[in-house]
């Protein structure tokens, strides 16, 4: 409801004490609090984006906070989620989230989703709020968002980040275009790495989650000129703003209902090449590993297939580094011929998906191996507690 009765909205002492430098800005004043106040947001993710987000909407009085999230909070996810805490490893993301919101503005209303978002629930979760915004980090996910916002006629605002960069702009608002417009069709799985897999610079997702509390706030207050019809994109190594143009495409498909999001991303499909892919390569466990290390056996060789600034964090002893992106471009498999010299081959990464892959480039160039399973992380789990997890 963006244009409320404001009659009906009143402010608190507390209220006026806590909002005061909102109401002296011409911009805002006491008319645009009560719009804040009045107003519903709905908040998908409270991770990197979503942390910043929430923070912010909280202090600026949003009267209705809505959270969707079926995560708990790890510890690696202090590093860019400032909303969540230490004493908090381990619980739902979504009740650390509305602790910290209470704790900054008690005046809010938050409303609690423990549940993945899906094309069964999406449209009676965000029914009911004015405002959706983004903060998933996976393609599914986002046209999920887009296509009920579209059903819906309701504003997304949307961001996403990768290590140093980031991006930004409003969907479906005032006649501009939707993320369908900027993305027709979703990339091939595994294409673009996640951040556990690539990595994020902590603070991007800081810029991007305040702008898009920033355009949330202008939707509602009705004020400047937002991000419709232009993407932000914003690179932190360099100190870079970008803009480029969004315009509606005309010959778009019509989206009239939620389709299954997950098989339109192609995700299925890949989990099947992929385990199709596994059950041709043989796996070892990281004790088969240990065991074999400990017996002194020296007809194999250990390739890892990290990046080389993983490798740096953490190795298994005795193994050699090859890149994954160096056996995909093919120098890297001539060196794998070359550290072989007829020995056998088992291989490595973090988790075991990357190494399965490079074993099956291998195995095209008659290389067969062994993949082990779990990869250095299981090793760490299982075998020795001293190599550092990440």
Request: aromatic share 6%; hydrophobic share 40%; with cysteine.
């Amino acid at each position: 409801m963006l244009n409320p009765n404001l009659d009906d909205i009143q402010l608190s002492r507390d209220e006026y004490d806590r909002y005061s430098r909102h109401l002296i800005l011409p911009e805002v004043g006491l008319e645009g609090q009560k719009r804040l106040k009045a107003a519903s947001v709905l908040c998908i993710g409270t991770g990197g984006l979503g942390s910043p987000l929430l923070l912010y909407l909280a202090a600026a009085g949003i009267g209705r906070i809505g959270i969707v999230d079926f995560d708990i909070v790890d510890r690696s996810n202090l590093q860019r989620q400032v909303i969540h805490g230490t004493s908090w490893v381990g619980k739902p993301k979504i009740a650390s989230a509305k602790d910290r919101i209470l704790e900054i503005n008690p005046n809010c209303q938050v409303d609690l989703f423990e549940t993945r978002l899906s094309a069964d629930n999406a449209l009676d979760i965000m029914r009911p709020y004015d405002i959706v915004v983004d903060g998933t980090d996976n393609f599914p996910t986002r046209y999920l968002v887009n296509d009920a916002c579209v059903l819906l006629d309701k504003p997304n605002v949307y961001g996403s980040i990768f290590r140093f960069e980031g991006q930004a702009t409003v969907f479906n608002y005032e006649g501009g275009p939707n993320y369908r417009d900027l993305y027709p069709e979703p990339p091939p799985p595994g294409l673009v790495p996640s951040c556990a897999e690539g990595g994020v610079l902590g603070i991007l997702p800081g810029i991007i989650g305040v702008i898009q509390a920033t355009e949330t706030i202008k939707i509602i207050l009705g004020k400047g000129t937002t991000l419709s019809g232009r993407l932000l994109l914003y690179n932190s190594l360099d100190m870079t703003f970008r803009e480029l143009k969004l315009r509606p495409n005309p010959v778009r498909p019509v989206i009239d209902g939620l389709i299954d999001y997950e098989m339109f991303c192609g995700i299925p499909q890949a989990k099947e090449e992929e385990a199709k892919q596994q059950m041709a390569i043989p796996e070892m466990t990281v004790q088969e590993l240990k065991a074999l290390l400990d017996s002194g056996a020296d007809d194999f060789v250990l390739l890892d297939v990290r990046n080389p600034n993983e490798y740096d964090i953490a190795q298994i002893p005795g193994s050699v580094l090859v890149p994954l992106p160096d056996i995909e471009n093919g120098d890297g498999i001539t060196k794998v011929k070359e550290v072989l010299n007829g020995h056998r081959l088992i291989a490595h990464c973090k988790m075991g998906g990357r190494s399965a892959k490079a074993l099956a480039i291998l195995k095209e160039s008659g290389i067969e191996g062994t993949n082990v399973k779990g990869g250095i992380q299981a090793w760490s789990r299982e075998v020795d507690a001293s190599v550092p997890e990440y």
